[in-house]
């Protein structure tokens, strides 16, 4: 198993990657397919904990080796966020990602409405100077209720992608072990269990839990992972063949060391790309569940909870239906297109400017 | 052959694995099924004896291997709700989910791969961000809400056109097959339309990578146009990609499937599986989930035999190639 994927890795490990699950699109055309990479060859730039190794010729700033932190992470953060900035697409991610995270953080203190309070005599309203966005069938506030789901929502994100990397990262360590058994009952796992939908795993689940939080999150970073692990494994496997992870063994480093400093630098742009892929699924996967009634139990608010309520009448009054799903559509583009940009700024092989301060 | 029986095995290992984790999700409620299935405040006699006609009393392994082995003779258990046979409930089900879902296929084939195509072939730069943004849209609706607005445009009733039935299904089933057919049109648009987008992004990939490669270069040598070698060439070399991906995105739509049958109404298993689960009908719940488990499971080995028979570039390089997978 281990001398395969050198042995034939250009069509077997395509064939891999190219498998991604509907949305998980591993790259994207124009981005990827132009851009030269060099595969197997250390890093360098990323620079957590391991020197910079032989970089190819043919990029014209030698990067001189045995300077692992040659950027602080503070400065690191902002010149990556200033080329995303630079970006049309980046710029639009993050102003809306921001927004997000400013909104979530202000309905802890204040929404326009108390959730609970209703408005008998103005049910079902359009917008207006009182109610922004409308009322509900109950006269609830619709903005109100979307402020208050947007705090539930990136909650239930962070613990996806938490979940997600933690789970990925684990079946990416199984299957790139050197315990030959270890590796191929991983793999094999992984291919077997990649065609089970995240929605069976989440109706499996909603059996034992009923609705919950956990249902959405343990479902999708269980499902994403695998597909984290199986977009990943190419990459890992070839960072774990290396010279240098190699010679950080004969040196004495452990398994978990050489993961986290060697092996995870490797695979950091598939990781974003799919992190942020992962993310974006999970809020549609939060509306499509709670719809189910297996999602964000009823009362709590969420984004998925205020599409699904409106969902009933909605030959009533169609416009207040319009919101919530204008909302999680925009959120949705925005943290897909936030991986690919965030891939290309974070990535020193594309970012010159994150090589820094020396060569030049 | 070798890759055919080892998949085959692994088929038969992963369907047994999720088979005892179904099991023991359904053992580890509080209380047990019995109780959970009897309802609330019913009396404990009426629990022991429920408990009694569903064998809970046996050991965890003795029921697993009966339940098993009911399945194996074609016996998947009788809804406690409605005393219907599970078997006959899903093929009830299933006869609206899966044309459902075929449909859903073709129109996402119909429309993904000839735009992501066109994403290729088009030389100007304006054009081919409406392509990027259009893929990345897409793929961003949840599937309820591009539901609504295909309900609120198309409906009978509340839609701008009124054409096709807003909800339900054709009353007399399959014997009326257009009214039948006319009522899957929008969910069955609904479901192919977002998956479209994932698969024009991918067809755009997978062909652009072939359009910068020595294949298509080579045709073009030859005397073909870009178009014709791009088409021609790439699309051939391609195929075995798009077949592995169509067969993922066939499991990835039953969620959309799901909620989509739920919202136009149709009784199809996904809104069959919500119901028993809201029900706590677990003994149709236990059969129908592992039922599901195996087609998909079943989907997947077929595709990745498929993409090898495709493939002949992966059967040269010998079995090893397989990787296990």
Redesign the interface.
């Known amino acids: 198993?281990a001398n395969?994927?050198i042995v034939?890795g250009g069509?077997?490990d395509d064939?891999?990657t190219?498998?991604?699950?509907?949305?998980g699109?591993p790259?994207?055309?124009?981005s990827?397919?132009?851009r030269p990479r060099w595969r197997g060859l250390s890093r360098s730039g990323w620079g957590w904990s391991h020197a910079a190794q032989s970089e190819p010729a043919s990029d014209n700033a030698p990067i001189p080796s045995g300077h692992p932190r040659s950027l602080r992470p503070l400065r690191r953060i902002a010149i990556i966020l200033r080329s995303m900035w630079r970006h049309g697409e980046g710029r639009f991610a993050l102003i809306v990602l921001a927004c997000w995270l400013i909104v979530a953080l202000v309905s802890l203190v204040w929404t326009p409405y108390p959730l609970l309070v209703t408005d008998g005599y103005h049910v079902w309203n359009g917008p207006s100077a009182q109610h922004w966005l409308g009322t509900d069938g109950t006269g609830a506030d619709v903005l109100s209720w979307l402020m208050a789901g947007s705090r539930t929502n990136l909650l239930i994100v962070i613990a996806v992608v938490a979940v997600t990397a933690a789970f990925g990262l684990l079946l990416v360590a199984a299957m790139v072990s050197r315990r030959s058994a270890l590796a191929?009952v991983s793999?094999?796992?992984v291919?077997?269990?990649?065609?089970?939908?995240?929605?069976?795993i989440a109706?499996?689940?909603?059996?034992?839990l009923g609705a919950s939080i956990m249902v959405v999150v343990l479902a999708c970073g269980f499902g994403y992972g695998l597909n984290l692990a199986r977009v990943a494994r190419p990459q890992a496997m070839l960072a774990a063949r290396s010279a240098y992870v190699e010679s950080a063994r004969a040196n004495g480093a452990g398994g978990w060391r050489v993961l986290v400093g060697h092996i995870v630098p490797n695979i950091m742009p598939v990781l974003l790309v799919q992190l942020s892929l992962s993310a974006?699924t999970a809020v549609?996967?939060e509306?499509?569940l709670t719809?189910?009634?297996?999602g964000v139990p009823s009362g709590v608010p969420s984004w998925g909870h205020s599409?699904?309520t409106s969902?009933k009448f909605?030959?009533v009054f169609?416009l207040t239906?319009l919101w919530?799903?204008l909302l999680?559509?925009v959120v949705?583009?925005a943290l897909?297109?936030f991986g690919d940009v965030l891939r290309d700024a974070a990535d020193p092989l594309t970012n010159p400017e994150l090589r820094g301060d020396h060569g030049r | 052959m070798r890759f055919v029986i080892r998949r085959l095995l692994l088929f038969m290992a992963a369907l047994f694995g999720i088979s005892v984790c179904l099991f023991v999700a359904l053992r580890i409620l509080p209380g047990d099924v019995a109780s959970v299935m009897a309802g609330l405040n019913s009396p404990p006699e009426r629990v022991a004896a429920l408990r009694e006609q569903l064998g809970l009393n046996r050991p965890l392994v003795a029921q697993y291997c009966d339940w098993i082995a009911a399945l194996c003779r074609g016996d998947f258990g009788t809804s406690i709700l409605t005393g219907r046979s599970v078997g006959s409930l899903v093929a009830a089900r299933a006869s609206v989910t899966f044309p459902l879902i075929v449909m859903g296929l073709i129109v996402a084939m119909a429309v993904g791969i000839p735009l992501g195509c066109a994403a290729v072939l088009c030389r100007s730069r304006a054009l081919r961000s409406a392509f990027h943004i259009m893929s990345i849209i897409g793929g961003s609706v949840p599937a309820l809400w591009g539901g609504l607005l295909l309900i609120l445009l198309f409906s009978r009733g509340s839609g701008l056109i009124g054409v096709f039935p807003s909800q339900g299904f054709a009353p007399d089933g399959w014997a009326d097959s257009g009214r039948a057919l006319a009522s899957l049109v929008l969910p069955a648009l609904a479901v192919g339309l977002i998956v479209a987008a994932g698969l024009m992004r991918y067809t755009r990939a997978a062909l652009g990578d072939l359009a910068s490669s020595g294949y298509v270069a080579m045709a073009m040598a030859c005397g073909m146009t870009r178009t014709e070698a791009v088409l021609r060439v790439g699309l051939r070399l391609a195929v075995p990609q798009l077949v592995s991906v169509v067969g993922l995105t066939f499991a990835e739509m039953i969620t959309g499937v799901m909620v989509i049958e739920n919202l136009f109404a149709l009784p199809g298993i996904g809104n069959g599986l919500v119901i028993d689960v809201g029900n706590r009908d677990l003994i149709a719940v236990q059969s129908e989930l592992l039922m599901l488990a195996a087609f998909f499971l079943a989907v997947g080995f077929l595709v990745d035999v498929l993409h090898r028979l495709l493939d002949p570039r992966l059967q040269t390089s010998g079995d090893s190639a397989a990787q296990g997978g």
């Open positions: 198993m395969d994927d034939n069509i077997a064939d891999r190219s498998r991604p699950r509907t949305q699109l790259s994207d055309g124009d990827a397919a132009s191929s793999v094999v796992a291919d077997a269990l990649i065609s089970v939908p995240t929605v069976l109706l499996i689940l909603a059996v034992p974006g549609l996967a509306s499509g719809y189910l009634g297996i599409l699904a969902v909605i030959n169609p239906v919530p799903g999680v559509t949705v583009v897909n297109i």
